[in-house]
C-alpha cells in the first residue's frame, strides 16, 4: 500500500476541480527494487516452473517501476525489468556455445523493454493530463498502455532479423484462464488484454482513492476489478468445427540429433526407424520430426530405401524433415511428404533463426566474434512454398521449429485451409532444458489460435498431441524412443484470430502511439501559441 500511496500526488493549485491526482514517479530506491521483482516474476511465469498467475503481479510492478518517470530513469529502469526477466529465461541460449549468445541475446532483448517502458512511462504522465478525468484515467489510459506493451512485443518479434517473439505476456498464458481468448484475439491480443487488466486494477488501488469526490471504498473497487476480469473471461470458448479424425503416428526417435553430438551419418536416421511401430494398425499418416530423414532422399537411395521400407510396411505416406540443396547449392530446411511412389510435396522452412541456422551479416559478425560465427559453416535460406501440403487426403500445416512462433505464418497455415498442424522440432541442442517446454507452449496456444489440433513431435521432446482447445490429448516421454498413435481431430472453419487479429493488434498499437503523440506536451505548446498568433 505504501507503494501505492506513493505512487500518486495531490494536484495543487487547478482550477478544475474534476482533475484527478497526478501519476508520480516512485523514488529510485522503490523502483528500483520493483522492476527486479517484476522481471524475475515475469520469468517464473513461463516454463520451468511455467507459473502462469505471476505474469498478473509482475506486470503490476513493472508499470509501477515506470510510472510517471522521466524517460531515462524509465529506460534503465525498463532494461533493468527486461534483464531480469530475459536473463533466466533463455538461460537455455548457452547450453553449449557459452555465455556470449545468451547474454548478447538476453540483453539486447532486455532494450526492448527499456523502449516500452520509455513509452509507458511518457503515458502516464502525457495522456493523464490530457484526460484528467476519473473514468478516463481507470478505463482509457490503461488501454493506451496495454496498447504501447502490445506494440514493443510485436516490435520485437519482428526486428531485427525477423526479430525473437519469445517472452510475450501472451505465451505465459497458455494454461492459465485467457487461454480461450487466443482463438479470438491471438498471442498478441492475449498479451494486451492481461496488460489492460493489470492496468486497471492498478488504477483503482491508485486514482480513485486521490479522486476529488470518489467515495469509493476499498471493496467497492475490488469489486469493480474483479467485474473487470470476470466480464473479460466470461467469453466462451470459439465453438471449434471438426469433421473426422486421422490417425497419426508421430515418432520420437530420441536419437544423437544435436549440433554437437557428433553423429555418423545415418544414426539419427536409424533411430528413428527403430523407433517407428512398423506393426501398428489403422494408421492414416506417419510424422517424424525436424531433419530425421538428415539427407535429402532424391540424392542418396540409403535414405530413400529406409523411407520406403517404412511407408510400404505401414502402408501410409510420412511426413518427415531433411536438408535438401538445390542444383546451384542453396541449402533449405525441409519439411517433405514420401510415399510409396516417392516425394510428393514439401515445405521449405521460411523463418531459419539467426545466428542458428544462418548468420545475417556474416561479414560483420565474424569480426566480433570470429571463434563462435565460425561454428555455423552453413547457411540456410528461407523457403517460398506454401506451408500447407495435401497428405494422406487431408490439408495440413506444416511448422518447421520455430516456424510456429511467427504469427504470420500461424496465420498463413488457418487462411490455407490447414486441418491440422504438424509442428515438426528438433529440440536436441536444448536437452536438459527449458527451451523445449516454452516452444511447446507456444505450440499449444498456436493450436487454441487457429481452432486446429497440432501434433508436436520433437526428436527428443517435448512431444504432444494438442486439440483445439489446447488440452494434451497424447504424450510421449522427454528422451525416449517410441511413437505415439492418435485419432486426430480434423478442424474446419476458421477462428477470428486467424481472420483478423493481426490487423487489430496492429491498429490498437499504432492507435495507442499515435495518442501518446497527440497528448505529447510540445504538441500542446504548438496549439497555445498558434492561438495566441492568430
Known sequence: MAVLEAAVRPQ????????????????????????????????LAFPSPGWWFLAYPATACMLLASM????????????????????????????????????????????YFALGSVAIALAYRWVARVLPATAWRVWGLPAVVAGLWTGREWFSGSWPYEGFAWGRVGLSQSQGPFTHLAAYVGVLGVSFLVVYCVAVVVSLAI????????????????????????VVLAVPAWPTRIDGSIRVEAVQGNGPAGYFDRAQPGEVLSAQVAATDVGAEGVDLVVWPEAAAEADPRRFPAVAGALDSVVDTIGAPLVAGAITQTPSGV??????????????????????????????????????????????QRDYTPGTKPNVLDVAGIRAGIAVCFDIVDDGLTADMARGGAQVILAQTNNADFSGT??????????????????????????????????????????????????????????????????????VTLLVSLGSLLVLLACAPWTRRSRRSARRTS
Open 207 to 230: 486514482v480513485v482513492p486521490h479522486a476529488p469526490g470518489t467515495v469509493l471504498r476499498a471493496p467497492v473497487r475490488v469489486a469493480t476489478a474483479g467485474l473487470l476480469v470476470a
Open 331 to 376: 541449402l533449405h530446411n525441409t519439411s517433405f511428404v514420401w510415399t510409396r511412389d516417392g516425394w510428393q510435396s514439401s515445405y521449405d522452412k521460411k523463418r531459419p533463426v539467426p545466428f542458428g541456422e544462418y548468420v545475417p551479416d556474416r561479414w560483420f559478425f565474424s569480426k566480433l566474434a570470429p571463434s563462435l560465427i565460425g561454428l555455423l
Open 68 to 111: 510517471g518517470q522521466r524517460a531515462r530513469r524509465a529506460a534503465w529502469l525498463g532494461y533493468v525489468a527486461g534483464a531480469a526477466f530475459w536473463l533466466p529465461a533463455i538461460s537455455w541460449a548457452g547450453r553449449y556455445l557459452g555465455p556470449v549468445p545468451w547474454l548478447a541475446l538476453a540483453l539486447v532483448e532486455a532494450a
Open 434 to 503: 527449458d527451451e523445449n517446454l516454452q516452444q511447446l507452449e507456444i505450440a499449444r496456444l498456436r493450436a487454441v489460435e487457429t481452432g486446429r489440433a497440432l501434433v508436436n513431435i520433437s526428436t527428443v521432446g517435448a512431444s504432444q498431441v494438442i486439440d483445439p482447445t489446447g488440452r494434451t490429448i497424447d504424450r510421449i516421454p522427454e528422451y525416449t524412443a517410441t511413437s505415439m498413435i492418435t485419432d486426430v481431430p480434423l478442424g474446419t472453419g476458421t477462428t477470428p484470430a486467424t481472420v483478423v487479429s493481426g490487423s
Open 12 to 43: 495543487v493549485g487547478r482550477p478544475d476541480p474534476v482533475r484527478a491526482a497526478e501519476f508520480a514517479a516512485l523514488p529510485l530506491r522503490t523502483a528500483f527494487p520493483l522492476a527486479v521483482v517484476g522481471g524475475l516474476l515475469f520469468a
